[in-house]
């Protein structure tokens, strides 16, 4: 057979039949291998999973508002962070651009009909959710207090806790990521559609490619590294155990291994969302293409060997720390490069703000502002000081929230019309965007300060002087959680009485684009053919065509 | 209303630390200057319907990215020099400091001085003098924290780490746990009570207890048995100990060791795993038998025969 | 091709796109496995050289012979392995079968020895817990003897997964489902088997080798 010919996919049997319409029972979408229905089943399930930990959140905040402990008992804040951690991370921000928008949209944007290993996409989803509900169930039967980092040996020997069902739990969802990383790795590199060569693909496939090899290869590090304390525990001794010679620190060094790249999984594929946006909205082909691209590798490499910085007071030699200082200020230079880009690429376009642009530029500010903050944490010297405090946590959400969260958002509401068929209603969008910005920049920008004065972080009581600071914390959570009910609220009402989008409402490149919304179930009609560059907009063409509209 | 910023600088090292605190707040204000001012403009510009000239511009692109590679680069060397020549200050304590020891607990810190006190949960410490704390935990990871002083040290279990301020500033300032270690973990924290150096004299000379740390360390080195071997004029040849601490250290395996907390730990714990060059490995293990804050003890007692010169032995 | 026509998923364009996306996906998948391992090999490593005479000492209390003849069975069945994906590239089936059941068969001799090995750790009291005895000389044998139960038993596990996979195989083969185009499984359950042997080859002289020159 002749490769580079491009083979008809038989005809629909009805024109409008799309793959939400392919199939109405339970079943159906159970036992789907439609990569577009899996991204859905994943879309469900995060968000369940992000209303529990929120929830989480919303009660912490509120036991901060007041100095003693006296909303919950200190053991059940200690639950509550822990369960707070692990969901967020694992359960929530992990999968949430890949398995959702990437599944959805890696294979269309390539011009494939699915991804490579259906069925594995599938399988990747009910381990998901095995690991999901162990994790819940462990919960609801009493809770885990470890923290999300697990450090032994409190994990392994002195929480009274469901450690081990908590962490086999985690280890589940590990194979769920890595399913996910290997199906995409190998759809990049086999289900290309004719002439879409690597320099032709969107920034969103080589963000997706760079957080695929990071899912594969440092994932089963946590894997094991998570078995090992659970055989610890089970078994009462093991090799992080400081009685039997055995080093605790070296748990860190694994778990770190994983969970510093876990960093990368969470923030490349908020690039890539906010690599699509940029360009569409400002109608210009995005600057430094090829840079953005060799960014994104960058990063995933230098993320493999920064992951000592967690660790600057824990024990480990001063040389070492220093080694990991200067490569943790060096991975902040390609996330660097990615800003300067975007910045630039607005550089005489023509802009407009629809609701996505807002969480992109949103994005952009906060992720700019948490990248800074890094280098305040790399800084070996201000690290001792402010390490495991308000100030690391304060950074980290404004990378993770302020990044990914805002880029899924952003990302949701671009391709909601592509997913549903349907358009929201812009202004409330329009303002869902703008109240989560603001809460979130009260909730977490008082949380530097009171970093840096010393407050602890996993306090369930703290001194008095911080109270100020948290006071405004919890007013900022209280306006974040309006911004994210809101959302919640439009869409679901957009799914009915949205008006009809159409194959692309945003004027927007991208193969994607060029089929129907809601896409049918094998993606295009006919294989597509790649001919030229991504992101092929033109902001005079957009200005002429404004004012022709106009008169 | 207050709204702090700033924790007291209590310690020397306190005005380094926040001097780069300072650099780095102003290098993260300019950046965000350079990147924020010309994004405002160009949204209010470039924003459609407005009539601007779009044609695009004429840069070679690789020179605008080599600048905003090449020159980020370099202010985060100079950075990074700047954060770990402090840092390396911060790890390295002087060798006139004096030691205090510290135990963690679940929740609690304990902590003795070389002249036998003992406190919970506070720290009292002379001003102008280097400190330096030799500390350990019983159970879990702690991390003995004093925001005031802008250190923080993580405290395990199994070995001895240390930690070293410089107090200037008389008054009474926070310790916190900042690892986090099970239930009461936000119950674990204190004060570090700093005193001028006659109040603090006054106040270890008030609460002298009857002996001090080596001495409580000599009567457990005959206690326990150790003096029939490693002293006078045993049957059994063990190495001696008098003039050892702080000096390296033949091993039977070839290797050479410095005699430091670590090594004397290790040879009360763990006998058979580092033998000294000459001798039988005939040492029994005090492992189980000997708490956290004996074996201190008993280590300021060996780091008090450190100072003496070793008796001429046959 | 009848055959080949069943063989290619609704979502590959050709059989030779599929089988570059499968044997892709395998290469990956060992890369992972590999990282999986490799936290292990990491603890030992570093466990080895901060308590380098227990380390010594404690590997001497493993059985070189049964280790040995491990390596032999093992590196024989990679051959016998190679042989079936040779078959099954000609398309011969029924030497498929015959070359993968000798590599079951050898995989089960190396479980055998194995549990023989395991056993007279158990009776020596070699098993870090409560029975264990202490090994004079060697404080952190316990850690060990720990990291060698774990490497070891997660390489058994995978070998055990492998007489899962290759049983599969031959009751494929027997069934007449490869030919001269379509035999990816064969090669990539192959691929699968060469990797549980290189690990080994690995463990070989860590466990048993590395300490015993003198």
């Known amino acids: 057979m002749n490769e580079t010919e491009a083979v008809p996919v038989p005809a629909p049997a009805e024109v409008e039949e799309n793959y939400l319409s392919a199939g109405h029972t339970v079943r159906s979408w159970l036992l789907t291998t439609d990569h577009k229905r899996i991204g859905l089943l994943y879309l469900f399930s995060i968000i369940f999973f992000f209303a529990i930990a929120a929830v989480a959140a919303a009660i912490m905040r509120l036991e901060l508002l007041t100095p003693p402990g006296d909303l919950v008992l200190s053991a059940t804040y200690n639950k509550l962070f822990t369960l707070h951690g692990v969901i967020m991370v694992w359960f929530f921000l992990i999968p949430s651009i890949p398995n959702v928008l990437g599944n959805f949209l890696i294979p269309m944007m390539i011009g494939a009909r699915d991804v490579a290993f259906p069925k594995l996409n599938l399988l990747s989803w009910y381990l998901f959710m095995a690991g999901g509900l162990l994790a819940l169930h462990a919960i609801i039967v009493g809770g885990v207090d470890t923290g999300w980092t697990f450090y032994t040996p409190y994990s392994s020997r002195y929480s009274n806790t469901h450690t081990v069902e908590m962490a086999l739990g985690i280890f589940l969802s590990g194979f769920a990521s890595i399913l996910t990383g290997l199906n995409f790795i190998i759809t990049v590199h086999e289900m290309r559609a004719p002439g879409l060569t690597w320099f032709r693909l969107p920034l969103f496939i080589w963000s997706h490619y760079a957080t695929s090899l990071i899912l594969v290869l440092a994932t089963p590090v946590l894997a094991i590294t998570l078995l090992l304390m659970m055989l610890e525990r089970i078994w009462g001794l093991g090799i992080f155990d400081p009685r039997l010679g055995g080093d605790p620190v070296l748990f860190q060094h694994l778990f770190w291994f994983y969970s510093h790249p876990a960093v990368y999984i969470m923030i490349l594929p908020s690039m890539a969302v906010v690599s699509e946006l940029i360009p569409c909205f400002s109608r210009k082909r995005i600057f430094g293409y090829k840079f953005i691209a060799f960014a994104s590798m960058a990063i995933a490499v230098l993320g493999f060997v920064v992951w000592g910085h967690h660790m600057f007071v824990s024990g480990q030699s001063v040389y070492a720390g220093m080694i990991f200082s200067i490569l943790s200020f060096i991975v902040a230079i390609p996330s660097g490069i990615k800003v300067f880009n975007w910045t630039a690429t607005l550089h005489r376009g023509s802009i407009s703000f629809e609701t996505p642009m807002l969480y992109a530029l949103g994005f952009i500010g906060l992720f700019s502002l948490g990248g800074l903050t890094g280098l305040f944490l790399a800084a070996l010297a201000v690290d001792v000081h402010v390490t495991d405090t308000y100030f690391v946590v304060a950074h980290f959400h404004y990378i993770m929230v302020g990044g990914t969260v805002l880029a899924f958002m952003g990302g949701i509401h671009f391709w909601w019309p592509k997913i549903t068929g349907r358009m929201y209603p812009e202004k409330l969008g329009q303002l869902a965007a703008l109240v989560t910005f603001i809460g979130f920049n009260l909730t977490f920008f008082p949380q530097f300060v009171m970093g840096y004065l010393g407050m602890p972080r996993r306090y369930h009581a703290y001194a008095p002087e911080f109270q100020i600071y948290h006071v405004l914390s919890t007013a900022g959570a209280t306006i974040l959680g309006v911004g994210y009910l809101l959302p919640v609220i439009y869409l679901l009402w957009s799914l009915r009485h949205g008006k009809k989008a159409g194959a692309n409402p945003w004027g927007a490149t991208g193969l994607e684009w060029q089929t129907p919304s809601p896409p049918p179930v094998h993606n295009f009609a006919e294989v597509p053919r790649v001919t030229g560059e991504p992101y092929d907009y033109s902001p005079q063409e957009e200005e002429k065509k404004a004012e022709d509209d106009h008169a | ?314 | 091709m009848p055959e080949t026509k069943r063989a290619l998923a609704e979502h590959f364009e050709t059989l030779e796109q599929q089988h570059q996306a499968a044997w892709l996906g395998m290469w990956t998948f060992l890369a992972t496995e590999i990282m999986f391992f490799s936290g292990l090999f990491m603890g030992y490593i570093i466990y080895r050289h901060t308590y380098f005479q227990s380390f010594e000492i404690a590997s001497r209390h493993t059985n070189i012979i049964y280790g040995t003849v491990n390596t032999a069975i093992l590196l024989t069945s990679s051959l016998t392995m190679a042989l079936g994906v040779h078959a099954a590239q000609e398309g011969r089936n029924k030497a498929v079968v015959r070359y993968i059941l000798i590599t079951i068969l050898f995989a089960a001799a190396f479980m055998v020895v194995k549990g023989a090995e395991y056993y007279e750790h158990f009776k020596n009291h070699e098993i870090p817990g409560q029975a264990f005895h202490p090994i004079p000389q060697a404080p952190q044998a316990v850690i060990f003897f720990y990291l060698y139960f774990a490497m070891t038993g997660l390489h058994a596990v995978h070998v055990m997964v492998g007489i899962g996979v290759l049983s599969v195989m031959a009751w494929l083969a027997a069934r007449q489902r490869f030919d001269r185009v379509y035999n990816t499984p064969v090669e990539l359950a192959g691929l699968y088997w060469h990797f549980v042997d290189i690990v080994w080859i690995f463990l070989y002289p860590l466990i048993y080798l590395i300490d015993r020159h003198t």
């Open chain 2, 1 to 314: 209303m207050r709204f702090p910023l700033f924790p007291d600088q209590a310690s020397t090292l306190a005005p380094k630390v926040d001097e780069l605190y300072f650099g780095l707040t102003l290098l993260s204000a300019i950046m965000m200057a350079i990147i924020f001012l010309p994004m405002l403009y160009f949204l209010y510009k470039y924003r459609r319907g407005n009539k601007v000239d779009r044609s695009p511009l004429r840069i070679p692109l690789w020179k605008i990215e080599v600048t905003w590679t090449v020159i980020p680069l370099l202010i985060v060397f100079g950075f990074y020099t700047w954060a770990a020549d402090i840092f390396f200050d911060q790890e390295r304590p002087p060798a006139e400091a004096m030691d205090i020891t510290v135990i963690g607990k679940q929740w609690m810190w304990k902590i003795q001085h070389p002249e036998g006190n003992r406190e919970i949960n506070e720290l009292h410490v002379p001003t102008g003098r280097a400190v330096r704390l030799i500390m350990t935990s019983q159970d879990v990871i702690h991390s003995f924290f004093l925001p005031a002083f802008r250190v923080k040290q993580d405290v395990l279990p199994g070995r001895y780490v240390t930690e070293w301020f410089q107090p200037t500033k008389v008054g009474t300032y926070h310790l916190f746990c900042a690892e986090y270690c099970g239930t009461s973990h936000s119950g674990m924290v204190g004060h570090v009570i700093v005193m001028e150096p006659a109040d603090y004299e006054e106040w270890l000379r008030v609460g002298k207890p009857a002996e001090t740390m080596a001495q409580s360390g000599e009567r457990l080195f005959r206690e326990l048995g150790c003096s029939g071997c490693h002293m006078g004029n045993s049957q059994i040849r063990a190495p001696r100990l008098e003039g050892l601490f702080g000096k390296p250290v033949p091993l039977a395996d070839g290797q050479i060791v410095m005699a430091d907390e670590k090594y004397i730990r290790d040879s009360i714990l763990l006998p058979q795993s580092q033998i000294a060059a000459g001798y039988a490995p005939v040492m029994p293990t005090f492992a189980g038998h000997i708490s956290e804050e004996e074996l201190l003890q008993l280590l300021l007692y060996i780091k008090s025969l450190g100072l003496k010169q070793p008796e001429e032995t046959r």
